[in-house]
């Protein structure tokens, strides 16, 4: 579960927004049709704060669409929905009023143990379907659907103390960039749409999936060891001291927002490509729902930023695996404290 959002919920509660099949007359409905898709309530705000209406994110996904479609093809589909008057939520399994046209593909989740029906975006009309319902994030999985124990990528997602910031995030990028090239690797960055960077590194053959974390936890040591003042890769928040968080969790079953997408943020800005030389000079802000596409003009510079796929380094592996994994020490040392604690109060 990620940045504090609710569980899946899309069997229990979620529903298509008000109209969703069309309607007839109503004075100030706003309606709309593309590739097929019905399109309602596209006047209305699209969350509190936002800067923008349901309209603002199908064309946003619409013009888009190629792009996203890029980054989110063959993968099973996690997105986050925001509904009127509702907190906003993760939404896995497919609900089941989803059109027979929706690509789909079935998971089995371990966790739950039963199986999960995701929807893969592979094509605008499905982008379209997902803005209507007021899925405005977008976290594909880290392996394809045919594939699902091969990781594509290396991730590192640089997370910055309240009150720091982008700028702070960008130098701990540059840290994992030092740390990735000292391994003979290198990688693509992004800002995260929120306060934060990701870095993605293309990986080459079929990496085993513990060996993939396992790399990520010795980037992220490295890089700390490269600035202990600056970084750090301690899982617990209070263990952090106001330094940027080097997370190299992103594997396994976990999901990343994609290039591209919205994130439920004032102003919806998104996930956005940058190149290494043009950090300094960026703020999340500068990448919206409303700024995003008229900077691109015909490019995709995520695609252009990518670096070949590459073998993972032999010895990150090998350090790797001498490093525990991070949200299970985190669950051991969040035990020995109550445990203290309670023999304190005792």
Same mark, same amino acid.
């Given at each position: 579960?990620?940045?504090?959002?609710?569980?899946?919920?899309?069997?229990?509660?979620?529903?298509?927004? %008000?109209?969703?099949?069309? %309607?007839?007359?109503?004075?100030?409905?706003?309606?709309?049709?593309?590739?097929?898709?019905?399109?309602? #309530? @596209?006047? *209305?705000?699209?969350?509190?704060? $936002?800067?923008?209406?349901?309209?603002?994110?199908?064309?946003?996904?619409? +013009?888009?669409?190629?792009?996203?479609?890029?980054?989110?093809?063959?993968?099973?589909?996690?997105?986050?929905?925001?509904?009127?008057?509702?907190? =906003?939520?993760? *939404?896995?399994?497919?609900?089941?009023?989803?059109?027979?046209?929706?690509?789909?593909?079935?998971?089995?989740? &371990?966790?739950?143990?039963?199986?999960?029906?995701?929807?893969?975006? #592979?094509?605008?009309?499905?982008?379209?379907?997902?803005? #209507? *319902?007021?899925?405005?994030?977008?976290?594909?999985?880290?392996?394809?659907? &045919?594939?699902?124990?091969? =990781?594509?990528? @290396?991730?590192?997602? @640089?997370?910055?103390?309240?009150?720091?910031?982008?700028?702070? $995030? +960008? %130098? /701990?990028?540059?840290? +994992?960039?030092? $740390?990735?090239?000292?391994?003979?690797?290198?990688?693509?960055? !992004?800002?995260?749409?929120?306060?934060?960077?990701?870095?993605?590194?293309?990986?080459?053959?079929?990496?085993?999936?513990?060996?993939?974390?396992?790399?990520?936890?010795?980037?992220?040591?490295?890089? &700390?060891?490269?600035?202990?003042?600056?970084?750090?890769?301690?899982?617990?928040?209070?263990?952090?001291?106001? !330094?940027?968080?080097?997370?190299?969790?992103?594997?396994?079953?976990?999901?990343?927002?994609?290039?591209?997408?919205?994130?439920?943020?004032?102003?919806?800005?998104?996930?956005?490509?940058?190149?290494?030389?043009? @950090?300094?000079?960026?703020?999340?802000?500068?990448?919206?729902?409303?700024?995003?596409?008229?900077?691109?003009?015909?490019?995709?510079?995520?695609?252009?930023?990518?670096?070949?796929?590459? &073998?993972?380094?032999?010895?990150?592996? $090998?350090?790797?695996?001498?490093?525990?994994?991070?949200? +299970? =020490?985190?669950?051991?040392?969040?035990? %020995?404290? /109550?445990?203290?604690?309670?023999?304190?109060?005792?």
């Amino acid at each position: 579960m990620m940045d504090g959002m609710a569980e899946d919920r899309s069997e229990a509660r979620p529903k298509p927004d %008000r109209a969703t099949a069309p %309607r007839r007359g109503g004075a100030g409905q706003a309606k709309d049709e593309r590739d097929g898709v019905a399109l309602t #309530n @596209l006047d *209305q705000e699209l969350f509190p704060g $936002a800067g923008a209406t349901k309209r603002d994110l199908v064309d946003y996904l619409d +013009v888009m669409s190629g792009r996203l479609v890029e980054v989110l093809r063959g993968r099973p589909l996690s997105v986050i929905r925001v509904l009127r008057g509702q907190d =906003q939520f993760m *939404q896995k399994n497919l609900p089941k009023y989803t059109p027979d046209w929706v690509p789909r593909t079935t998971v089995w989740a &371990e966790a739950s143990h039963r199986e999960v029906v995701y929807a893969l975006g #592979n094509d605008r009309r499905t982008l379209l379907w997902f803005g #209507n *319902q007021r899925a405005v994030e977008f976290h594909p999985a880290l392996a394809l659907a &045919e594939a699902p124990h091969r =990781q594509t990528h @290396l991730i590192m997602d @640089l997370d910055p103390p309240e009150g720091d910031g982008f700028g702070a $995030a +960008v %130098r /701990a990028a540059r840290l +994992v960039r030092q $740390a990735l090239a000292d391994a003979g690797m290198s990688g693509a960055v !992004k800002t995260s749409g929120s306060k934060g960077v990701h870095v993605f590194v293309p990986l080459a053959g079929d990496p085993a999936p513990e060996d993939v974390a396992a790399a990520q936890r010795a980037v992220a040591a490295r890089a &700390e060891r490269i600035d202990p003042v600056l970084a750090t890769t301690a899982f617990i928040r209070e263990d952090r001291h106001g !330094k940027v968080f080097l997370d190299a969790t992103r594997a396994g079953g976990a999901t990343v927002a994609a290039a591209y997408s919205p994130r439920i943020r004032p102003g919806v800005p998104v996930s956005f490509p940058v190149a290494w030389d043009d @950090l300094d000079d960026v703020t999340p802000a500068d990448f919206t729902i409303h700024t995003a596409p008229g900077l691109l003009k015909d490019d995709d510079p995520w695609v252009s930023a990518m670096p070949a796929p590459q &073998e993972l380094d032999a010895g990150l592996i $090998a350090e790797g695996h001498t490093i525990p994994v991070a949200r +299970v =020490q985190a669950m051991h040392e969040g035990k %020995r404290r /109550a445990k203290a604690k309670r023999a304190t109060e005792g």
